[in-house]
């Protein structure tokens, strides 16, 4: 129902900033908008398990964010583009992961996921 698409990884220095953007192309045949999905940022480093990094609901602009980015980063949407946006500032060597972008329907389970895109923070 929904194919999403991110970009904007790649390498950065600590201190420095990047912005990842996940383009969703949404099947309208199936009477839904980008606006009924909420979306998340999720990130998995080598040898470790994926996790949530933030995440903004589908039916209002509440976000939420795990404490290790908490202050740092941002996510928050443009549904005019079908886009959701992952600001990322005072980044550290531990951001250094593979970031995905994922979709649930209206609070549901994470359903469909990006291919992912790389971020690299050297020191």
């Known amino acids: 129902q929904v194919q999403l698409v991110e970009s904007g990884g790649g390498l950065v220095q600590a201190g420095g900033s990047l912005r990842l953007s996940c383009l969703a192309s949404v099947r309208t045949s199936y009477g839904r908008t980008f606006s009924t999905y909420g979306m998340g940022w999720f990130r998995q480093a080598p040898g470790k398990e994926r996790e949530l990094v933030g995440r903004i609901e589908w039916n209002s602009p509440t976000t939420s964010y795990a404490d290790s980015v908490k202050g740092r980063f941002t996510v928050f949407r443009d549904n005019a583009k079908n886009t959701v946006y992952l600001q990322m500032n005072s980044m550290k060597p531990e951001d250094t992961a593979i970031y995905y972008c994922?979709?649930?329907?209206?609070?549901?389970?994470?359903?469909?996921w990006g291919q992912g895109t790389q971020v690299t923070v050297s020191s």
């Open positions: 994922a979709a649930n329907i209206m609070g549901g389970p994470w359903t469909y």
